[in-house]
């Protein structure tokens, strides 16, 4: 295949390329920096050394920074701390002999509001601060 044939062939599927890059910003970008550099070519082609040098290195740049953009957008977004939140937990204090309801038994968790007091059912109401709703939060009985 000559040089010509391969040339036609990019003209031909121009279309499609621009339809495809234009489907992101990074495309655009893409074609934002060819569009540039054809221009630059037209435009510079008569201009002096240092005139085409400036341009190379503006192209260069813009080539870098499109890097940078790629890089950027490949990375997962960043989450930020999370917030503490107050999750409610209800339960039933049961001995170990039998399972019968221990009443006023007082029990706490770390980041809790408060100990809390069970009832002669053995029923307590905690709140608890927590940063993951469903992880897992250790109870204490502190007494009986």
Request: one cysteine or more.
């Amino acid at each position: 295949m000559s040089a010509i044939d391969s040339s036609t062939e990019v003209v031909k599927s121009a279309p499609e390329i621009i339809k495809a890059a234009s489907s992101s910003p990074l495309g655009i970008f893409a074609l934002m920096i060819l569009v540039i550099g054809c221009l630059a070519y037209v435009f510079f082609r008569g201009s002096s050394n240092r005139t085409k040098v400036g341009i190379f290195l503006s192209m260069l740049l813009g080539v870098a920074l499109y890097g940078v953009a790629i890089v950027l957008a490949a990375q997962p977004p960043q989450l930020g701390t999370p917030t503490p939140t107050l999750v409610s937990i209800d339960g039933v204090i049961v001995n170990a002999n039998g399972g019968f309801p221990v009443s006023l038994a007082t029990v706490a968790a770390a980041g809790n509001t408060g100990p809390s007091t069970t009832d002669d059912n053995g029923i307590f109401h905690i709140k608890v601060k927590t940063q993951v709703v469903g992880e897992p939060i250790e109870l204490l009985r502190l007494t009986t």
